[in-house]
Each structure stands twice: as C-alpha cells, then as structure tokens.
C-alpha cells in the first residue's frame, strides 16, 4: 500500500506538523525533494513532498501564491518548511500558510531536531518495503499458481488461483478465438475492440501482443501459437510481476495437451484411412464421421502442402484442433484432411497454414470423401502458381485456368481472333450472339430467345463471324478456340 502523507504525519520520530489543508493528507508520497528554488516546479516529476527552509522566498502573499501555485503545477503532493533557530523561520509565516490553503497543497512543518534527511529516508525505506511486500505476495501468488498448473488438473485451476489473486478476470482461446478455458468455468465473448486484439495477436503469432485500456491478450505457446491469454481488467504494477509467470504456465500446459493429443490424432487419422477406404459406400463412411463427431451431410476434402515433413506434422497437428470433428493425416509434406462443409477454412487456412499451397475439393456426401480429397490434391499444384488456397468449383473450372495464365499472353490471343468481329461491328453484336451460342450449347433457338432475335438473323450474324474470323462453326477445335478467346476476355474484364 503506498506511503500516505497522514502516514509521514503519524510517526512521531519526525516531528512533522501540519500547518495547512489537513484534509488533504491522503494523497502518496512518492519521492521527498529538498530544494531552495524559488520556482521549482519545472524539476519535478510529481508526487513528491517537497521540502525548503524558505531561505529565498521573499514572504508575502503575492510571492508565495506564485511559489504555492508553480509546486502544485509541477505536482507535488505536499510542502514542508524547516523550522529552527538557525533557520530563517521558527513557525509557518501567515503568507505561506494562505497561499498553501488557496492552492490546496498541504503544508507540514518539520521540527528543529529532525534533518531534511531524516524525511527523505522514511520515505524511501517505506517504499523498499512497500516492494519488498510486494515481491513477496508476488512470490506466494506464483507459488499457487505454480501449484495449480503443477496439480495437472487443465487450465481453469491455474486461471482461477491468478483471478483470486488479482481480481483480473482471464480465459485462454485457442487461435481462432474458441473459449478453451476461463475463469470459473464463465467464458467471456470479447467486445468489438477485444476481437480485435485478438485478431492482431492470432496474426502475428508468439512476437506479439496486444494491450488496450482494460484488456491484454497475450499469445501462448513454445514454438508455435498454442493459444492466447485475454485479461480483462486493469493489470497494475503488482499483477505486472506475474503475467510473465502465468503465461510460462498456461503454455506448458497448452504444449503438453499438444503432447498427449498424439495418440488420439494417430487413431483419427487411421479413421480418415478407413474413411477413404469406404470410398462410394455412403452407410459406412457416415457411420465412420459419426464416430469422430461429424455428424455432416456433406464434406470437403482439403490438402495442405508444407516446406518440409517436421512442418507438416506441426500445421497437421494445429488443423487437427482447428477442424471440430475433422479427420487429418500426414504424408510427408502433405496434409490431408475431410472436414464438414460448413467450416470456414479460408480463415483456418489462413491461421494455420498461412502461405501453403493448398486445394479445396467439392462438397460431397461421405461416401464421396475420396473423390473430393483427390480433387483437392489436383488443385495443389494450381494453389503454388496461383499464391492462395484454390479452391473447387465446378462452375468456374475454366475461369480459374485462364486467372493462373499470363495476361498480356491471353489478351494478346483473344484480340488476335476476335478482332475482326470487333472492327466490323464496334457495338459488340457480333460478338454477344457468339458468345451466346457457344453458352447455350450451339442452340440456334435458345440464342434467338435470349437475344430478343428472330433465329435467321441469329444464323446470318454467325455465318458473318466464320467469315470474319476464318474459322468454321462446326469444326470442335475452330469453336473451343473462340470459346477460349471469350473466356480470356471475360478473365481480363475481372481482373
């Protein structure tokens, strides 16, 4: 507890006095300064009781109002004079007194028989033991942490003993912002402001950390982001000393569940193993999801490529936790897992596997798990050229070859071809009725309808454009080298 200015006044060895705002005797004393200056508030740091024999202050009110109000401006807590017969004054003069009063900065006197340096020694030795008990209970306090971590009962023992201790209310998350532990058993959902430390500290891994008025969140872990410590509450200078403590603590313990969950990874990615085995066998393969708690009418299958084997055991490892009810394995640089569809696995990607190639398959009933995880395997390749997770869709197959090609290339051939058209009809009505006649499967019909055209003007445009592009309308490789050009441009209007 800090050293009060009534608790300088109650020693009786000092022989202080109070001459002035005894009211105010309850504000800290942080340091005690001797000083002479008849303006000394520029040299303080605030705080202090500050101590003069008044040897230059002219006294009267004028001079000792501006003295009065330069200390409180500089923020000292309180003024004492020195009184002697050797000393300019023997009580406290009637100016300095008012002035004090006016200024409501308290005013002690300090008798004869006590030096300057008496005062500024029971300040400083009250404030050695102010830390030394603080130290002490700081002590104590990790002991109980220490014990409840050490009595291998999960997080929520070693929360609760820092909570107790602290009155700082604390929950772990895992790096997607799950509640795994809290205080209590009482998860807090963290305001718009909490999200975001959040999500600046699950982006920036064990380097970071995030600090806001009533909050801190902390990452966890030894060599990758395990988890993260939120603390809602104002963590003073006592609770300070322990946060360091705490999250060694927590991040033992989140490394050993990591530790212990191999067994249990091991025996969930034999059952992605019979998962695939039961490949086309839509009964079999539920009942094997419904066994590892993914009761999904639909699933993905997802393939990870790490840099190297020991990297792809961690990512595995981290997409194990991430993926509720999901099924992984390792093969050598290569993650493989089937998830419900419902997950959102940019963000999981994203958190675990950032900058790895990766391919998403398409949603599929169970029994089809193995076709979507070799669609998603296909896509690796694609997801390393392109620089992000790729993912299927069976809608855009095309769109997403001609995005992995070179612009200026693409551009360049569908101008080459479809130029023509182009120059002979600049309103672009050529090219529309082509490219709808492509999209509708060659229909001469279902083109007239969509166009608003009569069916022989349909056939009149298109025979235009095999003239003006040379090419032959019933020819298969003539008509896929326009639909690719009209695929290019499409691309190039996208980007």
């Avoid at 639909?298 to 020991?310: D, L, P, Q, T, Y």
Wanted: aromatic share 2%; with cysteine.
């Amino acid at each position: 507890m800090a050293l009060l200015i009534s608790d300088l006044v109650d020693r009786p060895e000092l022989h202080l006095s109070v001459a002035a705002c005894p009211e105010r005797l309850d504000r800290p004393v942080l340091a005690a300064h001797a000083s002479e200056l008849v303006r000394p508030g520029s040299w303080l740091q605030g705080g202090e009781l500050l101590m003069t024999i008044g040897l230059l202050l002219p006294m009267d009110v004028t001079a000792c109002r501006a003295y009065a109000d330069d200390v409180t401006a500089g923020g000292a807590h309180a003024l004492a004079l020195g009184l002697g017969p050797d000393l300019p004054y023997q009580e406290a003069p009637e100016p300095l007194v008012t002035a004090a009063t006016e200024a409501g900065l308290p005013l002690l006197t300090v008798g004869e028989e006590v030096p300057f340096i008496a005062v500024t020694k029971a300040v400083f030795a009250a404030q050695a033991a102010e830390q030394r008990a603080a130290v002490e209970s700081a002590f104590e306090t990790q002991r109980r942490l220490t014990a409840a971590a050490a009595a291998g009962h999960g997080l929520t023992p070693t929360l609760d003993a820092w909570t107790s201790a602290t009155g700082i209310r604390a929950q772990v998350i895992d790096p997607l912002g799950r509640v795994v532990a809290a205080d209590g058993g009482r998860p807090q959902v963290p305001d718009p402001a909490g999200a975001e430390l959040i999500r600046r500290v699950a982006a920036g891994g064990l380097r970071s950390s995030a600090v806001a008025p009533g909050l801190e969140v902390q990452p966890l872990g030894a060599r990758r982001l395990r988890g993260m410590l939120v603390l809602a509450g104002e963590v003073g200078p006592d609770a300070r000393l322990l946060v360091s403590g705490l999250v060694s603590l927590l991040s033992l313990e989140l490394e050993r569940r990591h530790l212990a969950g191999e067994p249990e990874r091991r025996r969930r990615a034999g059952l992605l193993g019979r998962l695939l085995d039961a490949a086309g066998a839509a009964e079999q393969a539920a009942d094997v999801l419904r066994g590892a708690g993914l009761a999904a009418d639909a699933v993905r299958g997802v393939v990870v490529e790490a840099s190297a084997g020991e990297a792809a055991r961690e990512i595995g490892a981290d997409l194990a936790l991430a993926v509720p009810g999901g099924l992984t394995r390792t093969r050598g640089a290569l993650i493989e897992a089937v998830v419900g569809e419902g997950l959102d696995l940019d963000a999981v990607l994203a958190r675990f596997a950032p900058g790895c190639p990766a391919g998403i398959g398409s949603p599929v009933p169970p029994g089809g798990a193995g076709a979507s995880l070799r669609e998603a395997g296909g896509l690796v390749e694609l997801s390393r050229t392109a620089g992000h997770p790729v993912r299927a869709r069976t809608d855009r197959s095309s769109a997403l070859l001609l995005d992995l090609g070179d612009r200026t290339a693409l551009a360049g051939y569908a101008d080459a071809l479809l130029g023509p058209l182009d120059t002979a009809d600049p309103a672009g009505g050529l090219t529309r009725t082509l490219a709808t006649w492509l999209d509708t499967g060659s229909s001469w019909d279902e083109t007239a309808r969509r166009l608003g055209l009569h069916r022989h003007t349909v056939r009149n445009r298109l025979d235009k454009v095999a003239h003006l592009t040379g090419r032959r309308l019933d020819d298969g490789d003539d008509r896929f080298d326009l639909w690719l050009a009209l695929r290019a441009r499409r691309a190039a209007r996208r980007a």
